[in-house]
Each structure stands twice: as C-alpha cells, then as structure tokens.
C-alpha cells in the first residue's frame, strides 16, 4: 500500500466543515445527531444559514462551551445547544408540519449504509437487540427538499457502507442527493455514485476498493480519460 492509499482523509470536523461549503446562504436546514452537528461549527463567513430542530427551534447556534449552556436549550439529540438573535421556539408538531409542508432546504444525516440508488439506512441494523431510534429521520427524507449523508466510508471493522443495496431496514427510498465522507464527496445519480472530490492525499482506487458498489470518477476525469 503506498503512502496515499495509507491516508486517513478528513477527520470529522473536516468533513463537517467540507459539507458546510456547499450549503447556500440562507438555508434552512436540519441537522441530525453525532457528525452533522459539528456543521453548525463551520458557516462559512458572509453566509447565513437557519438551523432547525425536530424539538421545536428556528435559528439553533452552535453548542456552548463548557459549563456555559443552558440546560434546557437543547437539540433533538439532547445535546446543549445556543439561540442565535432572532431564534424561535415553537410546539413539537408545528415542527413537524415544518418538515412535513417541504419548508426546510437540507437534511443532513448520519448513515449505517446507502445504497446507490439513495437508498438510506440510519436507524436500525434490524438485529434483535438493536435499540429503534429513528426519530425524525424518516420525516426529514420525505418532507425536506435535499438530504446530504455525512458518515465515514467504512464500518469501524472496514465493512463498506455505500452498498449496492441495503440490508438494513430503510428510513427512505431514493432519498440521498450526496455523501460526505472521510474519502470522498459523491453524488448520487441515476447511473450510480459518482466522486465529485476526492479528500486531500486519498486517490480514486482507495475510495473504490472501499465501497460496496460500482463507483464513478468525477466528470473531468471522465472527460479527460
């Protein structure tokens, strides 16, 4: 394995901060538990994006440093949260008619798998003692406009978790627009998953030995070869 194909890619926070990117200003956008909170970090500067909350908050801020939060200012993770000036708090169900009416521009979602055609699976591995934690997620793929993935490429055990289909019970079908991960970002296409950028010092064979379906390289490489 040579030096590049060693790489460990983006860390977190990077991937957090790559995703952020491409938000458009003045977005509306719903971000789920574990890496996609870390995007509220990193609104790029001159930009404003609106983040919603599934528990009833418009306008969320980042989370407080230590010992500074208010305890009952949380997100739908239960993780402590900040209003940002002008934030409004509403009734869990005028939440949801929020997802539901398609008024919200951008889910982003952790994932267990998604399959190439935007299948997503990220609630259940469907074994007998898998704990249900759905949520919001199956309101948020089907009422929400676009839904970004962000997640490592692999299981922690390497197994890969973009698939050709998934085995795990499904939060939505044909839902997925594009993936962010430690590798790569990659859309999601009518001819399958395509690379729209490979992270820093990872090369195109890494990130295609490393998913479980036929990967496509960017367009200009494509045009080029």
């Known amino acids: 394995m040579n030096e590049a194909s060693a790489a460990r890619g983006r860390t ?26 870390l995007v509220a970090k990193f609104v790029p500067e001159g930009r404003t994006l609106i983040y919603h909350t599934e528990n009833g908050l418009l306008g ?37 008619a929020m997802i539901r009416g398609g008024h919200l521009d951008l889910s982003v979602l952790g994932a267990l798998q998604i399959a190439q055609n935007g299948d997503l699976a990220n609630w259940s591995t469907g074994a007998p003692d898998a704990i249900p934690a759905v949520g919001g997620a199956m309101d948020l793929v089907a009422g929400v406009k676009n839904v970004y993935v962000i997640t490592q490429h692999t ?3 390497g197994e890969p978790k973009l698939v050709e289909t998934c ?18 970002v990659i ?13 820093p010092g990872i090369e195109f064979e890494t990130v295609e030995q490393r998913t479980g379906a036929p990967l496509l390289p960017a367009l200009e490489e494509a045009k080029a070869s």
């Open 60 to 96: 969320m801020g980042p989370s407080p440093a230590e010992g500074k939060g208010d305890p009952e200012l949380i997100n739908a993770g239960k993780r402590q949260v900040t209003a940002n000036p002008g934030a409004a708090y509403f009734h869990h169900a005028d939440s949801f």
């Open 12 to 37: 977190r926070e990077q991937m957090a901060q790559r995703l952020a990117i491409d938000i458009p200003n003045g977005a509306y956008v719903n971000l789920g538990i574990g890496i996609p909170e």
């Open 155 to 157: 299981t922690k055990t």
């Open 167 to 184: 085995d795990y019970p499904l939060t939505g079908q044909g839902v997925v627009n594009r993936i962010y991960t430690d590798l790569a």
């Open 187 to 199: 859309d999601v296409t009518p001819d399958g998953f395509r690379v729209v950028e490979l992270s």
